[in-house]
């Protein structure tokens, strides 16, 4: 009866410790919050493209000197480095991304963007943060605010990531050839979120193992002989090639994928022409590859080309089309015995109800380059839809707007909450014991 007694004592001792560190953390997260919203709504207000930038990168910089980081800026381009060093203790890494999309925000938020930028056509494109990375730059500050006066908390060393041109899949690559994991302490661990509608604003998701897709983007250029509009049989007409290799590449998933496997093949732009009676002398299109398996990614990759070539030949093309892999990067990989072992903190922090454990995803990114260097790493899913819609939706069975929508706007309150929450319960397990 005594050693039951001292049990339950036991139990409830743990359970009421818990509670006050989850009350301290909320607490914590408040104070930081309204600096942390406020640089949201700036960010989500001056967006900025791929691999430019300039201005995004400056201000999280500003804020992490601020606070005490040494700070290196230019880093693969635009990346910013920042560490926080408190004594001895395993380094940690906590990545965000800078850039924004080509995106016409459509949300109809009072901070909603207006900006307009030059792509690297040089085509005037408006830009949005379609895909949540202002999300990601607002949790980032917010735990760092409370890492650098929490130094009580947690030993080690703290190092910050604002890495660029993730939506074009090189700047995880340029920032390591730039010398981040030799200039800079080596993580042993690495973590990083992704904001989306797939969850409810107040959740996060783990996935352990494979996280997301292996990606390949792929430019296709078809060659004909330009002429009349009037006069198509004077002419061999790329568009009409291309509109054939298009359907075409259709049949890939239907016909030569084995069913069930998880493969995506999407055309995502098709460019051709000047005038409505010129039949031009080229076509291009984009395509985006998504697969889970190196086989699959193999076969798809062969079968494009094949079907581009034969296309080209049964249409008379003067020549072969041009097919160019312009960007590829394999899926995230989350270090399984990492993601049991920081399901304990986020539960603590959150709530065990809040702490999901979700299928892997889709979409794709290039977090797999740090994965690649050695680090072990987990990649979470944090919540972005507003609870009440996201039941809704669930209910009638429609989607709320995906990552890359001109309509994407995630639920902030929560999610901003939420997001600094969950990175800072898991920096302050991983640098409050031994390094993985």
Not at 113 to 138: F, T
Not at 358 to 368: G, L, V
Not at 416 to 425: F, M, N, R
Request: glycine content about 8%.
């Amino acid at each position: 009866m005594i050693m039951k007694t001292a049990r339950l004592f036991f139990l409830f001792a743990l359970a009421a410790s818990a509670y006050a560190q989850t009350v301290a953390l909320s607490k914590e997260v408040e104070t930081v919050y309204p600096a942390a919203h406020e640089l949201y709504i700036d960010l989500h207000q001056t967006p900025e493209l791929s691999a430019h930038e300039t201005q995004t990168a400056a201000k999280l910089a500003a804020r992490l000197r601020s606070l005490g980081y040494e700070v290196t800026e230019g880093v693969g381009g635009t990346g910013v480095v920042a560490i926080l060093k408190n004594g001895a203790g395993p380094t940690v890494m906590l990545r965000t991304e800078l850039d924004a999309l080509p995106v016409e925000e459509k949300t109809g938020l009072p901070y909603a963007s207006k900006v307009h930028a030059k792509d690297e056509s040089g085509r005037d494109v408006p830009v949005m943060h379609a895909c949540g990375h202002d999300v990601h730059m607002a949790s980032l500050i917010g735990t760092a605010d409370i890492m650098a006066h929490s130094k009580e908390s947690w030993h080690g060393t703290l190092m910050l990531i604002g890495q660029p041109a993730e939506e074009t899949i090189g700047g995880a690559k340029r920032m390591i050839a730039d010398g981040l994991f030799t200039r800079f302490p080596k993580p042993a661990v690495g973590v990083a979120l992704h904001v989306g509608n797939n969850l409810p604003a107040n959740q996060v998701g783990i996935t352990p193992g494979i996280y997301n897709t292996n990606s390949d983007a792929i430019r296709i250029t078809i060659y004909g002989k330009g002429g009349h509009g009037s006069a198509p049989h004077t002419t061999i007409d790329p568009i009409v090639i291309a509109a054939r290799t298009i359907l075409a590449l259709e049949t890939i998933n239907a016909r030569e994928v084995k069913p069930g496997e998880m493969a995506v093949v999407t055309v995502g732009y098709i460019r051709a022409g000047t005038r409505n009676n010129i039949i031009p002398d080229e076509a291009e299109f984009g395509l985006t590859v998504r697969t889970f398996k190196a086989d699959v990614r193999k076969q798809i990759l062969a079968a494009i080309t094949r079907i581009v070539k034969a296309e080209a030949l049964v249409g008379g093309a003067p020549k072969d089309p041009l097919v160019e892999e312009l960007a590829s990067t394999d899926a995230v990989y989350n270090d399984p015995a990492l993601a049991q072992r920081l399901r304990v903190p986020l539960e603590a922090a959150l709530g065990k109800d809040n702490v999901i454990a979700t299928e892997p995803i889709t979409p794709s990114e290039d977090y797999a380059f740090f994965v690649e260097q050695g680090i072990p790493s987990l990649y979470m899913s944090l919540g972005g839809a507003d609870p009440q819609k996201y039941a809704d939706n669930l209910k009638a069975g429609t989607n709320l707007p995906s990552n890359h929508s001109p309509y994407f706007a995630p639920d902030v309150d929560p999610a901003l909450h939420t997001g600094i929450k969950a990175e800072v319960a898991v920096l302050r397990n991983l640098l409050n014991g031994a390094s993985q």
